[in-house]
């Protein structure tokens, strides 16, 4: 009897692992993504030293979008020069 039960068990058990195989494999395609995007906040400025911070998400093929962020302002004096060095300035991604 015990041995008719536990090859039930097994038969059952069989039967969910096909099953779940058949499922979870349904979904594994093989093919890698390059889907790589990032954020980050820069303050960008404009000729008149008013300087706004927005998010920008990059990805490989560079912007995605550029977001401001609410109140996140500053206008400095017209003698203001801004310390970033130019590269760092125009680079967005």
């Known amino acids: 009897m015990a041995k ?12 969910l692992e096909t099953l779940l195989f058949s499922v979870t494999s349904a979904y594994i395609t093989g093919k ?9 906040t820069k303050a960008i400025c404009t000729s008149t030293n008013y300087c706004q911070d927005f998010e920008i998400t990059c990805s490989d ?4 979008e550029m977001s401001p962020i609410t109140g996140a302002v500053v206008q400095f004096s017209s ?10 300035i125009e680079r967005t991604c």
């Not at 890698?32 to 980050?40: A, E, L, P, R, V």
């Not at 093929?61 to 995605?64: C, D």
């Open 4 to 15: 008719k039960i536990l090859g039930i068990l097994l038969i059952i058990l069989l039967v």
């Open 32 to 40: 890698t993504t390059n889907d790589f995007s990032y954020s980050y």
């Open 61 to 64: 093929e560079g912007v995605i």
């Open 79 to 88: 003698d203001w020069k801004d310390p970033r060095n130019k590269e760092d």
